[in-house]
């Protein structure tokens, strides 16, 4: 069966500095990785995801994630954090083929301080 | 101009009640979905439906039931409510190589 574990359930940093939150998978077969995030009282929004190819992936707004089939990781990064980026992250594998079909991490809340 | 929209965004109820939750897509999606996010704000999807028909149940109570009208509703009715359906409950849409997207969610508490 597979399954998504992040790793920390609370990060929290200052503002402008960098940010790492791991996620890691369980899967016997190929997968498509997502990250979304929540912000307060609103739905989850797609941030970015790895398909097939590079296996660097990059949000429009400075965060990257790298697959790491090896280590099944897909850790979420971001060099420099604002106030802003602060909201609940959340990891999801695919199950089967369906980019729909996920199963979520329990999320990791980052809290960016002034 | 919401892509995903879903009413009502909170529904205080008693248990024993019948409500039932509405979810729209414009966004011309094939595929439709919805998932239960818990006070743990644990996600795990309920249903899902391809252009009207079923094609995910996930071990919810038949208590749940979706009802899929046309490709860009799809609507959940929840019968004889009881104290542990308290959760928020997110409608989504996808479509090949997109990835979800996620109405706004109904907070349903009830008493």
């Known amino acids: 069966a597979q399954s998504v574990t992040q790793l920390d359930s609370q990060v929290p940093v200052f503002e402008e500095a960098p940010v790492e939150l791991r996620c890691n998978y369980s899967?016997?077969?190929?997968?498509?990785l997502f990250w979304y995030v929540q912000y307060p009282n609103q739905g989850l929004q797609l941030l970015l995801k790895?398909?097939?190819?590079?296996?660097l992936v990059e949000s429009i707004n400075g965060f990257e994630a790298e697959f790491n089939k090896s280590q099944t990781s897909f850790h979420l990064r971001k060099p420099s954090v604002h106030i802003s980026d602060t909201a609940e992250y959340f990891c999801a594998v695919s199950r089967g083929g369906s980019q729909g079909n996920l199963i979520f991490g329990k999320g990791t809340k980052l809290s960016v301080k002034p | 101009d919401t892509a995903v929209s879903q009413t009502p965004k909170y529904l205080v109820t008693q248990m024993g009640n019948d409500k039932s939750i509405k979810c729209e897509q414009n966004l011309g999606h094939d595929t439709m979905y919805w998932y239960k996010q818990d006070s743990k704000k644990f996600l795990k999807i309920m249903f899902s439906?391809?252009?009207?028909?079923?094609?995910i149940n996930e071990t919810v109570p038949n208590r749940f039931s979706p009802k899929s009208p046309d490709k860009a509703h799809l609507n959940l009715h929840i019968n004889s409510l009881e104290l542990g359906d308290s959760a928020v409950y997110f409608c989504a849409s996808s479509q090949e190589a997109g990835g979800l997207f996620f109405g706004s969610g109904t907070q349903l508490s009830v008493l």
């Open positions: 899967s016997s077969v190929s997968v498509y």
């Open positions: 439906y391809n252009n009207k028909e079923l094609i």
């Open positions: 790895y398909l097939s190819g590079s296996t």
